[in-house]
């Protein structure tokens, strides 16, 4: 088996674009004026979204990396502190953090001298291979709510990935 083609598929799941939009797309629709708010029926807002998968994708890179890692506390930690209104730099700092440490998770994956099988051995069994997935599917799901919360907002039309203007 060619392993070169498998860090080139996972490099590739972890950027997000091959079956739906991808992490810069969803992000860049969302007006300031609308980044704290929940329209009904949504539980979270688009910056609290954006925080978490930050913070949950850059807790399993420094996990996949770092034995002295010491992880947030579950499920606190994994969200913003407040829903307070971010300035563009504090949504800005967010959004670049994301990017780093998904690339980061990207090059580690990349790197001919990653075992992606082996098991991390600071964990209890999981494996680099593993945590991209989890990744990958965790920041799936999220971008998804972003999508919908997108939708409820008017930013998108329904059934569109296209913006409206608003």
Same mark, same amino acid.
């Given at each position: 088996?060619?392993?070169?083609?498998?860090?080139?598929? &996972?490099?590739?799941?972890?950027?997000?674009?091959?079956?739906?939009?991808?992490?810069? /797309?969803?992000?860049?629709?969302? $007006?300031?004026? &609308?980044?704290?708010?929940?329209?009904?029926?949504?539980?979270?807002?688009?910056?609290?979204? =954006?925080?978490?998968?930050?913070?949950?994708?850059?807790?399993?890179?420094?996990?996949?990396?770092?034995?002295?890692?010491?992880? $947030?506390?579950? $499920?606190?930690?994994?969200?913003?502190?407040?829903?307070?209104?971010?300035?563009?730099?504090?949504?800005?700092?967010?959004?670049?953090?994301?990017?780093?440490?998904?690339?980061? =998770?990207? /090059? &580690?994956?990349?790197?001919?001298?990653?075992?992606?099988?082996?098991?991390?051995?600071?964990?209890?069994?999981?494996?680099?291979?593993?945590?991209?997935?989890?990744?990958?599917?965790?920041?799936?799901?999220?971008?998804?709510?972003?999508?919908?919360?997108?939708?409820?907002?008017?930013?998108?039309?329904?059934?569109?990935?296209?913006?409206?203007?608003?």
């Amino acid at each position: 088996m060619d392993e070169s083609l498998i860090r080139e598929h &996972l490099v590739k799941l972890l950027g997000g674009a091959d079956a739906h939009l991808d992490f810069d /797309d969803i992000i860049s629709h969302f $007006p300031v004026k &609308l980044r704290t708010v929940k329209p009904r029926g949504a539980v979270h807002s688009a910056w609290q979204l =954006l925080e978490h998968l930050r913070i949950t994708q850059w807790d399993i890179l420094e996990f996949s990396r770092n034995p002295n890692h010491v992880s $947030p506390a579950f $499920p606190d930690g994994y969200w913003p502190k407040n829903d307070t209104a971010p300035d563009e730099k504090a949504w800005g700092k967010s959004v670049r953090a994301f990017r780093s440490d998904r690339k980061a =998770l990207q /090059d &580690l994956v990349a790197d001919q001298s990653t075992d992606l099988l082996a098991p991390i051995p600071h964990g209890t069994g999981q494996t680099i291979f593993r945590e991209c997935f989890v990744v990958a599917k965790h920041n799936s799901y999220h971008l998804g709510q972003l999508v919908l919360l997108g939708r409820l907002l008017g930013i998108w039309k329904e059934g569109s990935n296209r913006k409206i203007e608003i």
